[in-house]
């Protein structure tokens, strides 16, 4: 949550601030702001706004600075309302120190109290200020030194930079669980949440690791360990991915644009992972995860939002081709249920971002317990790939929009191949059904391809169905992953309520709210639970229930009870998911648009979410 960018050079200053805040705004945008320092003044010069980055330019109306070192920030609120006030950056009482951050302080309060009692005034609500102005508390002409000794203090996952106006030649920032990078350049360095931030200036960029603290100059940056004060040395990396694969493509939005990548995206899965022998492989998988996967008794996979139907979906497959006992539980349910774990146990952790503040405690929690852990990310040297005991990268490419589309159909792509590829390890699947399988998944990204042409007929679902304020989403066994799914995406992007939910539960209470107003998805592809689901269908149309149904082409018995039939093309019941999610989100995404929403920015929400 939140982006922060940093930068001291020889550049204009405040340019490469909002440039990087734009390409950080995904992950907030209720307020944003910079801080900067203009060597004649030797002041901090601070500019904020509430709401859009677009609001923060239109303040500072083309401004021209001299400065050459600065920071800034683009928020989602955590501690007090989205207001000018709250927004980062925050000033030390003084205003000689600036900071900006991404995470909670926990100990906010009682630091907070401590500072008031000594008759250091607040300006804000937020926990952020608090390390503004414990910072300048302890500040004595050293800003790294101050920095050390306020870090020691606080509480909970954060990541900060701070800027001291008196030593106007470096930044200093702290990195504790939430992600920071530095970017290397000629005479000039970057500090940032999220290296698309600073991509546009180099590709040379060095992670941060927990409790590392580093002093960033122009021409040099030095890596300490919080406590110990040790010098660390590290090597930069060279990251591959372009800017360009990080912009709109012609589409009108992100989300859009994400959803027509399917194809590709799975088509390049495929590509990485199955071999010309037709074999399944895992580059990053190593032989300690596959003997664990060969070998596990049970398995669980934790995630959040989206990645969590990706974890129920990786249920079905390991339950149905490796046969192998599994669960798919919520990371932040997961994290206080004392879960019963211990060694031989295999949890995998899903995530887009790789960052998710939940999900990461999950893999801690679940280390400290023994179990081993496999990470299934998309972002690649995010933080839970790095401290997962193993990690499989889903390869969708970055995806910006806040509705997670294209790093779902990938993440159930993975999924499907992890589970055959376990299912051949543990003996459970034949050369024969395997070769079969891989063939099968091949034909997926054409399938896709031509479920995005079918889906052109959700347009007129859309018109029909727009003004609705609530939607209910059925599915069974493979699909009731899905028709969560569908909801979760209905609602985060067109802000109408939308419920999932198991068809087979409808009899048990869901069934009251049928009337000849209530539009249901249904989702029935072929499967097992077909003419169950059918059933189920029959019930709705009893009651003069909308039925908007998704089912396969050529499916007989549909027409006569649906409003309207979207087709997906015939495909084997384990793939289902990926083809059922096409218009599931092409659905939601034409009722968010509308009603004039911002599809790829919805109001309350971030891209990732690093607090718990
Ligand atoms: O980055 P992650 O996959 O860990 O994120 C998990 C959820 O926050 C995410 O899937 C969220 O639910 C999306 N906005 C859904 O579209």
């Not at 792509?413 to 891989?438: E, N, Q, W």
């Not at 087979?504 to 249904?522: N, R, Y």
């Not at 495909?571 to 509308?594: K, M």
Request: proline share 3%.
């Amino acid at each position: 949550m939140c982006g922060i960018v940093g930068y001291v050079g020889t550049r204009e200053t405040i340019p490469i601030l909002l440039d990087g805040l734009e390409r950080l705004e995904y992950r907030g945008y209720d307020s944003a702001g910079i801080a900067c320092i203009d060597p004649a003044e030797k002041n901090i010069r601070l500019f904020k706004a509430k709401g859009k980055i677009a609001d923060l330019k239109s303040i500072l109306n083309g401004f021209k600075s001299p400065a050459r070192i600065g920071i800034g920030h683009t928020r989602w609120a955590t501690h007090g309302v989205p207001s000018t006030i709250n927004a980062h950056p925050h000033l030390g009482a003084k205003g000689r120190i600036a900071v900006v951050h991404n995470g909670i302080v926990e100990n906010y309060r009682e630091l907070k109290s401590e500072l008031e009692r000594k008759g250091i005034q607040f300006k804000s609500e937020t926990d952020t200020e608090v390390i503004a102005q414990l910072i300048e508390y302890y500040d004595r002409g050293n800003l790294s030194k101050a920095v050390r000794r306020a870090a020691m203090r606080f509480e909970g996952y954060l990541a900060f930079v701070a800027l001291s106006r008196d030593e106007p030649n470096y930044l200093v920032a702290l990195k504790r669980s939430n992600p920071l990078v530095i970017g290397i350049g000629k005479g000039e360095h970057f500090v940032a949440s999220d290296v698309s931030a600073i991509l546009p200036y180099t590709k040379q960029v060095i992670y941060l690791d927990d409790e590392e603290l580093v002093e960033v100059r122009a021409k040099e940056i030095q890596i300490t360990n919080l406590k110990s004060q040790k010098k660390v040395t590290k090597k930069p990396c060279t990251i591959k991915w372009s800017i360009d694969q990080a912009q709109k493509g012609g589409y009108p939005d992100f989300m859009l644009k994400e959803i027509y990548e399917q194809p590709h995206v799975l088509q390049e899965i495929l590509r990485k992972r199955i071999s010309k022998s037709h074999q399944i492989e895992f580059d990053t998988l190593g032989q300690e995860a596959s003997r664990h996967l060969k070998s596990a008794k049970k398995i669980c996979f934790v995630s959040c939002g989206t990645a969590y139907h990706a974890g129920m979906v990786g249920q079905y497959m390991f339950e149905e081709f490796a046969h192998l006992s599994a669960t798919a539980i919520v990371a932040s349910e997961f994290r206080y249920s004392d879960p019963i774990l211990g060694k031989g146990d295999l949890v995998i952790l899903i995530t887009q971002s790789g960052e998710t503040a939940d999900t990461l405690a999950a893999l801690r929690e679940a280390k400290e317990k023994g179990a081993f852990t496999l990470a299934v990310v998309n972002v690649v040297g995010s933080t839970i790939a790095r401290e997962a005991d193993a990690v499989v990268y889903t390869h969708a490419g970055s995806e910006i929009g806040v509705a997670s589309t294209k790093a779902y159909t990938a993440q159930l792509m993975t999924l499907a191949l992890l589970a055959f590829y376990t299912g051949k390890l543990r003996g459970k699947i034949s050369r024969a059904d395997f070769r079969r399988l891989i063939l099968e998944a091949k034909e997926i990204p054409n399938q896709v391809k031509k479920t995005l042409e079918y889906a052109k007929g959700v347009n007129q679902v859309a018109k029909l169905l727009y003004q609705k304020r609530n939607f209910l989403y059925l599915g069974r066994g493979y699909n009731f992953p899905s028709a969560l799914e569908g909801s979760l995406k209905l609602k985060e992007i067109t802000y109408a309520h939308a419920h999932g939910y198991a068809a087979g539960e409808m009899k048990h209470g869901p069934i009251a709210l049928i009337d000849d107003t209530q539009p249901v998805i249904c989702l029935i592809p072929e499967s097992k639970t077909y003419v169950k689901m059918l059933s189920n269908i029959e019930e709705i149309r009893a009651r003069e229930g909308i039925v908007i149904a998704i089912a396969t082409y050529g499916d007989r018995n549909i027409g006569r009870l649906s409003s309207h039939v979207v087709h997906i093309p015939s495909q084997r019941e384990v793939f289902s998911p990926i083809l059922t999610a096409i218009p599931l989100q092409i659905l939601a995404y034409q009722i968010a648009v509308l009603n004039s929403r911002d599809v790829d920015k919805p109001r309350n929400l971030a891209k990732s979410v690093t607090v718990e």
